[in-house]
């Protein structure tokens, strides 16, 4: 074998170590037949880089090897990412590769979510991709309405404060001004309303404590003729005047039956009329002296 010939063999030798060693450190593997590269598209890879891992349940399987634009003019913009997989297992085409961090603080990384359902996927194919919510993301999410809405309320507050300002001139500044100090008087007037009504309720809290004491007083002398009256000797007294009350009765029922004199004066009209017509003609002799007296009286001096 000659000198330049195994130069050359050594040349190629270097050559090929130098291909593979360089293949090997990007984590491409040039001997291993198994693996196998997918498209995916994304709007938006939200921190993907080359290189980033592609996992499977947690496992590493593959890693990113190309982040490009979509030529597609419809999808200007879209980037297309290229992975491999490296380790042999199956999944279906309907697989979804979605963009994930394993922490906030960490890159974001491309996870195969395997589905078994319809036909295999095989290298080249592209798959269906989706971008998961991290906190950061979720956030943003979060506070895109509400930032809408204040920049709404800020809007309208600026508004608002210059239609005020055009408003309030010197005039109306000045009549505020009017308003609040007379709003200050009715306050200091209030005040000394409230401290008269203090007053007026401390006085009538002591004449309502002397009512008090006097209605004591006046229950404690209706206590006293209570007992008076339990400790008398009532059924005796009751008994007395119901006697009494019989025997008026008696009398009563006497001289309405014509019983006695004065039974008789009551009962009898005879009695009655003779003494009306006794006492008619005494009042007429009365009359008679009154008006000729001397049929009556007689004076003689010798």
Partial sequence: MSKQLKTGIVAVIIITLFIWGYSFLKGHNLFDSETRYFNVEYAN???????????INGLKVGKIDQIRFNKNLQKKGHLVV?????????????????????NPLSASNL???????????????TLVGEIESNLFTSIGERLDPLQTKLERVIVSADSLFKKVNTILDLKTQNSVRTSVKN?????????KTMLSVNSLMDATSL?????????????????????TLANANIGKILKDAQG??????????????GKGSVGKLVTNDDLYNNIAATTKELENLLREIKLHPKRFVHFSLF
């Fill in 45 to 55: 890879i939200a921190g993907l880089s080359k290189s980033s891992l592609v996992t």
């Fill in 82 to 102: 290229r992975f491999s997989v490296e380790k042999e297992f199956s999944f279906s085409k309907n697989s979804i590769v979605k963009i994930y961090s394993p």
């Fill in 111 to 125: 996870a195969i979510i395997p589905s078994y359902d319809g036909e295999n996927a095989v290298s080249d194919d």
């Fill in 183 to 191: 709003i200050e008087y009715a306050t200091e007037e209030l005040n």
């Fill in 207 to 227: 004449d309502l404590k002397e009512s008090i004491t006097n209605t004591r007083s006046i229950t404690e002398n209706f206590s006293k003729i209570s007992d």
């Fill in 244 to 257: 009494t009350i019989s025997s008026v009765n008696l009398l009563i029922d006497g001289i309405t039956s």
